[in-house]
Nanobody
């Protein structure tokens, strides 16, 4: 663990799709995707446990976003469909450093953070 690198952000029209990737330098456990819009606090978008069996989504993205992971590649994905202008934000991936088998919902539970990738949805 230690280093997380996000990619896949960009500009898309409302109704479009993007897939974000988060590549870790080593093995990861519970992972989360957060976002921060201008003037707003960072919020949890969704999270996934170490083996992908358990997932959580914020109500605002449920049914539109999907988190998945490929542990062989130490990579977590965020597939975003039916994007809305209110999804515009900087998206961050985060990794927990413990082997807890469940989900982490709070920022302080995560030990490693990516640099963020901008997602802009135009109306």
């Amino acid at each position: 663990q230690g280093q997380l690198v996000e990619s896949g952000g960009g500009l898309v029209q409302a109704g479009g799709s993007l897939r974000l990737s988060c590549a870790a330098s080593g093995r990861t456990y519970a992972m989360g995707w957060f976002r921060q819009a201008p003037g707003k606090e960072r919020e949890l978008v969704g999270c996934i446990n170490w083996n992908g069996v358990s997932r959580y989504y914020a109500d605002s993205v449920k049914g539109r976003f999907t988190i998945s992971r490929d542990n062989a590649k130490n990579t977590v994905y965020l597939q975003m469909n039916s994007l809305k202008p209110e999804d515009t934000a900087v998206y961050y991936c985060a990794a927990a450093g413990d082997i807890y088998s469940g989900l982490h919902y709070l920022e302080h539970e995560y030990d490693y953070w990516g640099q963020g990738t901008q997602v802009t949805v135009s109306s």
